[in-house]
């Protein structure tokens, strides 16, 4: 069983940044994939960023290519995603998954945080 808690959302003017974190706990925490997806309202959940257990190998949305990276702590339990130049568009609920793979569709991921919300002001 993997626990995983989000924290560093918040409200934010365009142009601004924000940096998520997420925190994984249980045994096998540190050898899963991990990815960031986020979802708007009355939106369908998204895919934004996947690393691999190593953090060897990212993944990124379009929609955020050169804007956000992800990135995991050296004992591989801390997950973070770095956000720059935000978008009004980016505001959605943020939540951190693990998996045994860095896929980009919700079902490849076996567990999931509470979320946290990013509102980012035009």
């Known amino acids: 069983q993997v626990q995983l808690v989000e924290s560093g959302g918040g409200l934010v003017q365009a142009g601004g940044s924000l940096r998520l974190s997420c925190a994984a706990s249980g045994r096998t925490a540190s050898d899963k994939a991990m990815g960031w997806f986020r979802q708007a309202p009355g939106k369908e959940r998204e895919f934004v960023a996947a690393?691999?257990?190593?953090?060897?190998?990212?993944f990124y949305a379009d929609s955020v290519k050169g804007r956000f990276t992800i990135s995991r702590g050296i004992a591989r339990n801390m997950v973070f995603l770095q956000m720059n130049s935000l978008k009004p568009e980016d505001t959605a609920v943020y939540f951190c998954a693990a998996g045994w793979t860095t896929g980009r569709r919700t079902e490849e991921y076996d567990y999931w945080g509470q979320g946290t919300q990013v509102t980012v002001s035009s």
């Open positions: 690393i691999n257990w190593s953090g060897g190998s990212t």
